[in-house]
Each structure stands twice: as structure tokens, then as C-alpha cells.
């Protein structure tokens, strides 16, 4: 147990842990406080504005439709059909690590940080929402599950490992940007909730790659002892 959780430590690596334990003291000390300084508001509410100004109407429209499909109902069909093709082609670790990663971050956010901070959405929103506003969860799950299930189905079909990236890169990109344009959240909730995001993503990938290389060295071990 205890090799293993030096193995997983070391598969993060010191940039992201300094990471992780930097926004930990962060959330921990000056939680609901965060967003006490009206200048941060303020700062938040001119890029919201001029994002306003530059968008068109016409992408405006497509990026409110783009905002709904990505929403909670619409990402749990994607969620579900992605576990039905893992469950269907039998790769078992990969849809452990998928349930874990994607249940784990609804947790993480709308669990503990959102009642923590317990922010305030922006005013004029577009579409009706309900609920603190930081961070987003918008952008931690996506960050979460778009990209965690590219890694896992490159693995398998390195071919396509690049259309993979670059279509959920451009998706995730767009689900942003559609958040910001509903005025749901502050761009400062996106920031946020991308890092959340991105570190849950390299906790739960670093722990898939430990059990992994644990369970090719016992399968690899146990079929020598067989042959013996």
C-alpha cells in the first residue's frame, strides 16, 4: 500500500501537487471571505460585459443551445452511454476509473466547494439557474469526463487519439465560452472550476496508471509461476 501511494504521488508529479495543496490553503483559509473585495467582483463583470459586446446574436443563439446540451440531463445520457460501450468491450478498469472520476468531481464541487464559497451567480443571467456560483461545475466536469475518456479510449485506439483531443478540446472550449455568455457563471468560477477539474483529472489518471502497471506486474508474475 505504501509503494503504491508512492507511486501515485510520483505519477503526479511536484508541479501538480504544489498545485493541489496551494488551492487547498486557499479554499481552507479564506473560503466565503474570497469575494468579499468589490474589485474582484468588478474585474469579473467587465469581461462578462465585453464578452457581451464582441459575441453577435446570431453565435449568441447557438451559444445558448450549446450551454443546455451540455448541461446536468444531456451529459448524464453521454456519461451513461460512454460506460455502456466500456462495460460492452469489457474494459473493466477503464469504466471503474470513469464512474469514479466523473461521480467524484459532482461531489468535489457541488458538494464541498460550492456551499463552502457559496457565491453569488451574476446578475442579468440569460437562462434561469439556480444555485452558488463557485466554481463551475460546467467546467470542472467537463474538463473531467471529455478528457478522461479520450486518455482511456487512446489507449486503446491510438489512431484516433488526435481527433479525440482536438474535437473535446473545441467542445470544452465552446462549453466555456457558452457558460460565460449566459452570464451562469464569472469567469472567475470558470478558471476555477477548469483547475479543480484538471487536478481531479490527474488524481484519479495517476491512480488508474498505478493499479494498472500493479496489475500487469501480477499477471505477469502469476503466468510465469504457471508456466513453472
Known amino acids: 500500500m505504501t509503494r503504491a501511494a508512492r507511486q501515485w504521488l510520483l505519477a503526479l508529479g511536484i508541479p501538480r501537487i ?3 495543496v496551494a488551492l487547498l490553503i486557499l479554499s481552507v483559509c479564506f473560503g466565503p471571505n474570497l469575494f468579499s473585495n468589490p474589485s474582484s467582483i468588478s474585474l469579473d463583470s467587465q469581461i462578462l460585459d465585453g464578452l457581451h ?3 453577435p446574436a446570431g453565435l449568441g443563439s447557438v451559444l445558448l443551445i450549446i450551454y443546455q446540451l451540455s448541461g446536468v440531463h444531456v ?10 460501450f466500456l462495460a460492452l468491450k469489457r474494459f473493466w478498469p477503464e469504466l471503474i476509473c470513469l464512474v469514479f472520476g466523473t461521480a467524484g468531481i459532482l461531489a468535489i464541487v457541488d458538494g464541498i466547494l460550492k456551499p463552502w464559497f457559496d ?4 446578475d442579468g443571467k440569460l437562462l434561469a439557474l439556480g444555485g452558488p456560483s463557485f466554481p463551475s461545475g460546467h467546467a470542472a466536469g467537463s474538463v473531467v469526463f471529455y478528457f478522461m ?7 486503446h485506439y491510438p489512431k484516433i487519439r488526435r481527433l479525440l483531443f482536438v474535437v473535446s478540446s473545441l467542445w470544452v472550449a465552446l462549453v ?33 496508471n498505478v493499479w494498472e502497471n ?11 509461476h504457471i508456466r513453472r
Do not use: E
Not at 451529459?75 to 455502456?84: H, I, N, S, Y
Open 18 to 20: 504544489t498545485f493541489a
Open 53 to 55: 459586446q464582441l459575441i
Open 75 to 84: 451529459t448524464a445520457v453521454l456519461v451513461f452511454a460512454m460506460l455502456c
Open 119 to 122: 457565491r453569488p451567480r451574476p
Open 149 to 155: 475518456s479520450c486518455t482511456l479510449l487512446a489507449a
Open 176 to 208: 466555456w465560452l457558452s457558460t460565460l455568455y449566459c452570464r451562469a457563471h464569472w469567469p472567475s468560477d470558470i478558471v476555477a472550476g477548469s483547475s479543480v477539474g484538471y487536478l481531479w483529472l490527474s488524481f484519479c489518471m495517476a491512480g488508474f
Open 214 to 224: 500493479h496489475y500487469s506486474y501480477f499477471s505477469f508474475h502469476n503466468s510465469s
